[in-house]
């Protein structure tokens, strides 16, 4: 299974875009890139998730780069109750385990 | 639509104590999962099940024991409570087809402390 590398902390202002990126060199061709928050206190939420190609939802937008060896969640307008920590996790499409590390502490600040 | 429902959210118990805790889904998934999660930590994967009467080991199983007798429900068991089970236990479940497998649905979350 693919490991990932996420930095561990950022800052974002409010307003601004959020950009998250994570490392996934090692992921294979039948894993998709998923990403998931976890405000704190509560359960992670499922964010998106891609293949190869970039995606967009009402949530945020996530840009694969075309060697798949890396992506970045983007929060087009972040807002306060985006502090979370967001977690970058490779799925297989045959599968139904997913690996969630330590993830990025997003802290939006006014 | 309640979702994930877990109960109790928060419990206490000492040291050799027994106790079970109850998932429940009224979105008809089949696949449910249980994790536990550490301070600063990521979530592991304790056990699994991919359908009524199914389960498996996931990644960190020792001390736990699970059942799936309904669809809706998954019981995580803690027979004899050991102060390193202190956590917060996360349930979730999924839908079986395609990529929407790895989209899982997480409960609140149950506060346990082992004195």
């Known amino acids: 299974d693919a490991k990932t590398t996420q930095p561990p902390s950022m800052d974002c202002a409010e307003g601004r875009a959020a950009n998250l990126p994570c490392n996934h060199s090692?992921?294979?061709?039948?894993?998709?890139v998923y990403w998931y928050r976890q405000i704190h206190s509560q359960g992670p939420q499922y964010i998106i998730h891609g293949l190869k190609n970039n995606e967009t939802n009402e949530m945020a937008s996530l840009i694969i780069t075309e060697d798949r060896k890396s992506s970045t969640l983007i929060l087009p307008h972040a807002t306060l109750r985006d502090t979370a920590v967001y977690y970058c996790?490779?799925?297989?499409?045959?599968?139904?385990?997913?690996?969630f590390g330590a993830g990025t502490t997003v802290t939006v600040r006014a | 639509n309640a979702g994930v429902t877990q109960t109790p959210k928060f419990r206490v118990l000492k040291t050799g104590q027994s106790m079970t805790l109850l998932c429940a889904q009224d979105m008809n998934h089949e696949y449910m999962y249980w994790y536990r999660q550490d301070p600063g930590m990521g979530l592991r994967l304790i056990h699994y099940s991919v359908g009524e009467g199914t389960t498996a080991k996931g990644e960190v199983p020792d001390g736990y024991n699970v059942s799936r007798l309904k669809k809706q429900n998954f019981l995580l068991g803690l027979e004899s409570a050991a102060p390193s089970q202190t956590s917060v236990y996360f349930c979730?479940?999924?839908?079986?087809?395609?990529?929407?497998?790895?989209?899982?649905?997480f409960g609140a979350g149950t506060r346990l402390s082992v004195l």
């Open positions: 996790t490779p799925g297989r499409i045959n599968d139904y385990k997913l690996s």
């Open positions: 979730a479940s999924s839908k079986p087809s395609g990529v929407t497998k790895n989209i899982q649905y």
């Open positions: 090692t992921i294979s061709g039948n894993e998709y």
